[in-house]
């Protein structure tokens, strides 16, 4: 298991036992670095509904703002999604920090973390905004 940010991919996620899980747009190996999951918590392909953690890698603006309000409706009522993207991109179709973040609050998302996922890629951790 590869070690970035706090620990263990799987930590860093915040991924639990008995935990479901969605992967969307995963660069090619990027499952083998949080294997193995803790026990009972299992992918699921075609789960819209119930997700405990999502993790979704986008390399485009337009991908994030057409994707993002179907994974909020997929959350667990206290699901997260992690949106992955590639720091200091140069690229100005790519979504960056601040992007993302006015992209979550359209929707009444909020992020609440951010991490180093690999060598390449960062995440936010978007979860609801808390009500007052």
Same mark, same amino acid.
């Given at each position: 298991?590869?070690? =970035?940010?706090?620990?263990?991919?799987?930590?860093?996620?915040? !991924?639990?036992?008995?935990?479901?899980?969605? $992967? *969307?747009? +995963?660069?090619?190996?990027? !499952? #083998?670095?949080i294997s193995p999951l803790p026990a009972g918590a #299992?992918?699921l392909s075609s789960a819209k509904t119930g997700l405990?953690?999502? *993790? =979704? =890698?986008?390399?485009?603006?337009? #991908?994030?703002?057409?994707?993002?309000?179907?994974? +909020?409706?997929?959350?667990? &009522?206290?699901?997260?999604?992690? &949106?992955?993207? !590639?720091?200091?991109? #140069?690229?100005? %179709? +790519?979504?960056?920090?601040?992007? !993302?973040?006015? %992209?979550?609050?359209?929707?009444? $998302? *909020?992020?609440?973390? /951010?991490? *180093? $996922?690999?060598?390449?890629? +960062?995440? $936010? /951790?978007?979860?609801? /905004?808390? /009500?007052?």
């Open positions: 298991m590869s070690r =970035f940010s706090d620990g263990p991919l799987t930590t860093v996620l915040g !991924i639990r036992p008995g935990m479901k899980l969605k $992967l *969307v747009s +995963a660069p090619e190996g990027f !499952i #083998e670095l #299992e992918w405990d953690v999502t *993790v =979704f =890698f986008a390399s485009r603006k337009v #991908e994030l703002v057409e994707k993002l309000p179907s994974l +909020a409706q997929g959350m667990a &009522v206290t699901g997260t999604i992690w &949106v992955c993207y !590639i720091p200091g991109s #140069e690229n100005p %179709a +790519a979504p960056n920090e601040e992007f !993302i973040r006015l %992209a979550a609050l359209e929707m009444g $998302l *909020v992020d609440n973390k /951010r991490a *180093v $996922l690999t060598s390449k890629w +960062a995440g $936010l /951790r978007l979860v609801w /905004r808390p /009500r007052t």
